[in-house]
């Protein structure tokens, strides 16, 4: 971990709070009363096997699906009966698993597509700029996005979200498909957020080291509940999240290298 240090603000003011939320699609129950709160500069990390209703979740949260129940709240605002477009617009934004860029687009247009998407009150353009050198960006603003090696086309996902000002930011899976090597950018992103931004962050992934430095709280999705939630290290050493999960995610990661 470099300069920011990532703590749990928990006590804050909730950013976000979610009451009893549910999902449904048709006789399948993704969730079920799920219930947590966020802080605002907070880092909460949701993990769960493959299918556990982490995407679904995220998918719920920024309007994209409707929940089946459940109350969501941003800034003690009830938000769950709007869509997607206007849910962003108050700062509710998530990236995708993949990627959420515009590949025959080129890098400068596929940001500007991300700033008229915006809230426009909370955008930082010199935050952007700063992310844009540090991944690598900066001199390729010309060229399309489709040509950028997979792990510049994640972080210029990465900078269209964070150009849109968000007050809360859902990432699915920031790490998916990156080399080692590019997963620090992740942190450097996820650090430039929270000190500029004063965001909170949840974040879905599979990658135990980054969830180790990244969450100081932790979410286990299993089986359409909260399996276990609380500190990340102690919810890591429970005996039901390892039976549960720990042991397949490993293996799972390594594979991907
Ligand atoms: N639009 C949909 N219609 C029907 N079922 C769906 C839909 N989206 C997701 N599901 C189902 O909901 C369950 C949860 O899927 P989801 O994609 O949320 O899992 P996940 O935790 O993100 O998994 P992974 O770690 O593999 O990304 C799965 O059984 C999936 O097949
Ligand atoms: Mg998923």
Not at 97 to 110: A, D, K, L, P, Y
Not at 115 to 142: I, N, Q, V, Y
Not at 167 to 187: C, F, K, Q, T
């Amino acid at each position: 971990m470099s300069t920011t240090e990532i703590t749990s603000d928990s006590s804050d003011k909730p950013l976000l709070e979610v009451h009893q939320l549910a999902k449904a699609f048709g006789n399948l129950n993704v969730f079920d009363n799920l219930s947590f709160q966020m802080g605002p500069r907070e880092v909460l990390g949701v993990i769960g096997p493959n299918g556990a209703g982490k995407t679904t979740l995220i998918n719920v949260l920024s309007g994209q699906l409707a929940a089946s129940s459940g109350t969501v709240l941003l800034d003690r605002d009830p938000i769950s009966r709007l869509p997607f477009h206007a849910r962003a617009r108050k700062g509710m934004i998530r990236s995708f698993q993949h990627t959420n860029i515009f590949s025959e687009e080129s890098v400068s247009e596929n940001l500007s597509r991300a700033k008229r998407f915006s809230s426009s009150t909370h955008t930082d353009e010199d935050g952007a700029r700063s992310l844009l050198d540090s991944f690598g960006l900066s001199d390729k603003l010309d060229h399309p996005a489709v040509d950028l090696p997979y792990g510049l086309q994640k972080m210029l996902g990465l900078v269209m979200v964070y150009i849109t000002g968000p007050r809360v930011l859902l990432l699915d899976e920031p790490a998916a498909g990156l080399e080692s090597r590019e997963r620090i950018l992740v942190d450097q992103f996820v650090e430039t957020a929270l000190d500029r931004l004063s965001c909170g962050i949840l974040i879905v992934e599979h990658d135990m080291d980054m969830v180790r430095r990244l969450c100081p709280r932790l979410i286990v999705l299993d089986d359409g509940q909260i399996l276990a939630e609380g500190d990340t290290a102690d919810v890591l050493r429970r005996r039901e999240v390892i039976e549960a999960y720990l042991g397949v995610t490993e293996e799972k990661t390594d594979a991907e290298g």
